[in-house]
């Protein structure tokens, strides 16, 4: 289980993608479980906990596009000198 002492939504994103199925819990915000690479609310889940799976998700959800973004684009090489 990773604990986060402080809220950065791209950071937890970050290890959720990387990690893929866990636990974690975020100081202030609570426990949370995160299963396919996306972070879940957990059973008794507060306004809060769904703001926080929300915020997270989307950054998870930009990183992914911007990925496939990448992958599609033709690669050029500069021949310039």
């Known amino acids: 289980m990773r604990v986060f ?12 993608a990387r990690l893929f199925s866990g636990r974690l819990y975020i100081a202030g915000r609570g426990r949370f479980d995160f299963e396919n690479g996306w972070l879940k609310a957990p059973q008794d889940a507060t306004i809060t906990h ?6 997270v998700n989307a950054v ?22």
């Open 50 to 55: 769904y703001q926080t799976v929300k915020e």
């Open 5 to 16: 002492n402080r809220y950065v939504p791209r950071l937890v994103a970050k290890h959720v």
């Open 60 to 81: 998870i959800r930009e990183t992914y596009q911007q990925a496939m973004r990448d992958e599609t684009q033709p690669h050029t090489v500069n021949t310039r000198r």
